[in-house]
């Protein structure tokens, strides 16, 4: 049995406005003349000036891991632990450091994007092609521009489109396509133009489908047998993806950026998205035969930021946000909340040659209504965070960097109000994060060196989890306690700058002890978090030729558990998976032309990250990309 996966970003459309204001500047008799200011903006780095860890991969990395989704590159990240459930088309969640996925934060284009029915952002949506970066930060961030909601965040991801230099009145376009194993069809296309000397207006729409029909081994008892039909959860002696899940998403925002003065800066940001979900099982034992479930959920969203430079070295920064979000169902005792959010923050910043600190605070306030039933109480909530980075030896590249945070998760719809389970007196889930690390980089021999090591500690209490009720039957939403993490997380990344041919290699390790410390008396006291392996690590290695590109890449993951109950029945086994990619361009007068093929699990490696969601096994893809 089959199982088709289709779902369509469209109707992406991101304004970009800059507006610059100078002074008149005189000259004196001299006849001397001043320099007016320049603002040069760029996508952040990797920056050994930062406070916290923060790693970026850019379209190189990108080209050179195979990336299709946005989710496949983090993979290669230390630190992030990636729960895919089933390849193309199934859900893919980010946790940072232990914390959980609704602590990680998904912002595209520097605006949050959000998901009050669930709180974990499905990476999967987001397509690589779309991006021109992708940012993990993991703690307190050196920019002073971000919103409030973002900076309240344990840890963020930043998907950047980034905008081509165009003279006004002309464009950039782009198609492209890509086919691979169990028919993944995929198509893209892209639209840029200079609309006036400030504005820049880019549309893009991408499509995306594929069968999914995927052959896995299922071992039961002393038999195994082969089946069909992902991703789905694979139970013994059932014809598995007989359910269906529909995603339709689609968002308008845009960014206003003004220099008001060589002193200060104002952005302003405003959003409206809308998300449309059903899932379908055809085959329930209830009255009506079948589950069908349909959801829509709406949000506005606008935010201001001012940052003003009060010295060289001193800057500060006040923000707020406002966001309105509903849900409506096709439930008949469906509640249909609807949440007001309001986020501020202030920070300051003192940035010298060699010490960097920071500091911030952040306020969130909430309020609910709903049309049925009793709504949740309201919330309000003021954390810290701050940040020191020093540079010990300038001549070596040598930094020491800690930061802290304190952070918030609110309940989601579902947890508050879903029939049966939801429950209103649940109290949000508070997180800490302690980290302190080194890092060395520098350059010799042609040759961009990077080493970091950072270890952290993480704490969230009050931690929301299903548990059975009145019996095994009925599970409710409760608060139950305090998880620990310990972890370290370490890398080296090696750039060659110079002559034809240029080779760069990349290598992370990730170590996670990440505890059940709710009740000493517990059957799972001091077990490790379920889906969370202690060790696991990632190689990339590609090289860059006039003639041809090439990489080869490694993902390794330890052993690690299914249940919170760390029996030998949930054990889940290490697992490996090796890819190469082969790519070139072609450049002409009129157009350019990357042609690429794509190898990924060359060892037809079968294991599962989600107990009964196995993964593919070896796939190839091939793909075009044409650039006007």
Not at 14 to 38: A, N, W, Y
Not at 267 to 282: E, S
Not at 522 to 547: C, D, V
Not at 555 to 560: E, M, P, T
Request: with cysteine; aromatic share 10%.
């Amino acid at each position: 049995m089959s199982f088709d996966v289709k779902y369509c970003l469209i109707a992406i459309c991101t304004l970009c406005f800059h507006l610059e204001t100078q002074g008149q500047v005189l000259s004196d008799t001299m006849r001397t003349k001043d320099i007016p200011q320049v603002t040069v903006t760029s996508d952040r780095t990797n920056s050994p000036g930062a406070v916290s860890v923060s790693k970026r991969a850019d379209a190189r990395l990108m080209q050179a891991t195979g990336t299709l989704q946005v989710s496949d590159v983090i993979k290669y990240m230390s630190g992030a632990t990636v729960k895919d459930y089933g390849g193309v088309g199934g859900l893919k969640t980010v946790s940072v450091r232990g914390l959980g996925a609704s602590h990680t934060a998904v912002a595209y284009d520097g605006i949050i994007i959000t998901d009050n029915q669930t709180g974990q952002i499905d990476l999967g949506k987001f397509s690589a092609s779309q991006a021109e970066s992708v940012r993990m930060v993991s703690g307190p961030d050196n920019d002073l521009l971000q919103p409030a909601s973002l900076a309240a965040q344990a840890a963020v991801i930043s998907i950047n489109t980034g905008l081509p230099q165009l003279e006004e009145g002309k464009s950039r376009n782009s198609a492209q396509l890509k086919y691979g194993s169990f028919n993944t069809l995929s198509a893209q296309a892209e639209s840029t133009f200079k609309a006036g000397q400030n504005n820049t207006v880019s549309l893009q729409a991408e499509w995306l489908n594929t069968k999914g029909n995927y052959p896995y081994i299922q071992d039961n008892g002393a038999s195994s047998m082969e089946m069909q039909g992902l991703p789905a959860n694979i139970l013994y002696n059932e014809n598995a993806a007989r359910e269906r899940l529909w995603n339709r998403n689609g968002f308008v925002q845009s960014t206003l950026t003004t220099f008001v003065s060589q002193r200060l800066t104002l952005r302003f940001n405003a959003k409206y998205g809308i998300t449309y979900t059903r899932y379908l099982d055809p085959k329930v034992s209830n009255t009506r035969g079948r589950t069908d479930n349909r959801y829509t959920e709406q949000e506005g969203y606008l935010s201001g930021v001012a940052l003003y430079r009060i010295a060289d070295c001193l800057s500060a920064s006040a923000g707020v946000d406002g966001r309105l979000s509903g849900l409506d169902g096709n439930g008949a005792h469906q509640a249909r909340p609807t949440r007001y959010t309001i986020n501020s923050t202030a920070a300051i910043k003192y940035a010298s040659e060699r010490i960097t600190v920071t500091g911030r605070l952040n306020h969130v306030i909430t309020k609910e209504k709903t049309i049925l039933r009793q709504a949740a109480e309201s919330y309000n909530h003021l954390s810290p965070t701050a940040g020191l980075n020093w540079t010990v030896w300038p001549a070596a590249g040598l930094h020491l960097r800690a930061s802290y945070s304190n952070t918030l998760r609110l309940p989601t719809f579902n947890d508050l109000y879903f029939e049966q389970i939801g429950r209103r007196d649940l109290r949000p889930e508070r997180a800490s994060v302690t980290s302190a690390g080194i890092v060395i980089e520098n350059e010799a021999a042609g040759i961009r060196y990077s080493i970091y090591a950072d270890a952290y500690n993480s704490n969230v209490k009050d931690r929301i989890m299903a548990v059975p009720g009145k019996n095994t039957a009925v599970w409710m939403m409760k608060n139950i306690g305090l998880v620990t993490t310990h972890g370290l997380e370490t890398g080296l990344e090696l750039h060659s700058l110079q002559g034809l041919v240029r080779p760069s290699v990349m290598v992370s390790y990730t170590y996670q002890r990440s505890m059940d410390k709710s009740d000493s008396n517990s059957s799972t006291w001091n077990h490790q978090l379920p889906y969370t392996p202690r060790h696991s690590a990632s190689a990339i290695a590609w090289i860059e030729t006039p003639y041809v590109n090439a990489s080869l890449n490694l993902l390794y993951s330890g052993d690690y558990f299914c249940n919170g109950y760390n029996g030998p029945e949930y054990l889940m086994p290490s697992y490996y998976e090796i890819g190469c990619s082969i790519w070139k361009t072609f450049t002409s007068n009129m157009f350019e032309e990357t042609l690429k093929a794509e190898f990924i699990n060359l060892t037809n490696n079968r294991y599962e990250l989600v107990r009964n969601y196995p993964m593919p096994g070896i796939q190839v893809r091939f793909s075009v990309l044409i650039t006007i």
